[in-house]
């Protein structure tokens, strides 16, 4: 019974984590809103061998398919680190946005993602 009952726990908790990466699945287009002006951020998560990727585009900078070297989605808080640039962020996803703060070079600034619509 024992047994049955860890297991039981075992598939709960993996269909958590499937169900909470679905949700952030998928193409999210935002800016980050400075003081000089607002840069146009699209964010690709996908997922790749049951982890989670992310690369970005800043069409404004002529910049596509940066790779964030740290991606995590837990209790729909979505976390990315570039070490490249020096750059996180960290957003909440309430009602199909993500509402969260993008930090590099030991500046903070708002960055709201929002679904890219489907073509």
Same mark, same amino acid.
Do not use: R
């Given at each position: +019974?024992?047994?049955? &009952?860890?297991?039981?726990?075992? /598939?709960?908790?993996?269909?958590?984590?499937?169900?909470?990466?679905?949700?952030?699945? %998928?193409?999210?287009?935002?800016? @980050?809103? &400075?003081?000089?002006?607002?840069?146009?951020?699209?964010?690709?998560?996908?997922?790749?061998?049951?982890?989670?990727?992310?690369? +970005?585009?800043?069409? +404004?900078?002529?910049?596509?398919?940066?790779?964030?070297?740290?991606?995590? /989605? *837990?209790?729909?808080?979505?976390?990315?680190?570039?070490?490249? @640039? %020096?750059?996180?962020?960290?957003?909440?996803? *309430?009602? %199909?946005?993500?509402?969260?703060?993008? *930090?590099?070079? %030991?500046? &903070?600034?708002? +960055?709201?993602?929002?679904?890219?619509?489907?073509?």
């Amino acid at each position: +019974m024992k047994f049955i &009952t860890t297991l039981l726990l075992v /598939f709960t908790s993996l269909s958590f984590s499937l169900q909470d990466n679905s949700k952030a699945l %998928g193409d999210w287009n935002g800016k @980050i809103i &400075t003081p000089n002006g607002d840069l146009e951020i699209i964010i690709h998560l996908t997922e790749k061998d049951k982890a989670l990727k992310a690369t +970005m585009d800043s069409p +404004m900078q002529n910049a596509y398919g940066l790779a964030f070297d740290e991606v995590s /989605f *837990k209790e729909d808080v979505l976390k990315l680190k570039m070490e490249a @640039i %020096g750059g996180t962020y960290e957003g909440t996803l *309430k009602d %199909g946005k993500f509402t969260g703060k993008w *930090k590099q070079s %030991g500046q &903070t600034f708002d +960055m709201n993602l929002e679904k890219k619509a489907k073509k």
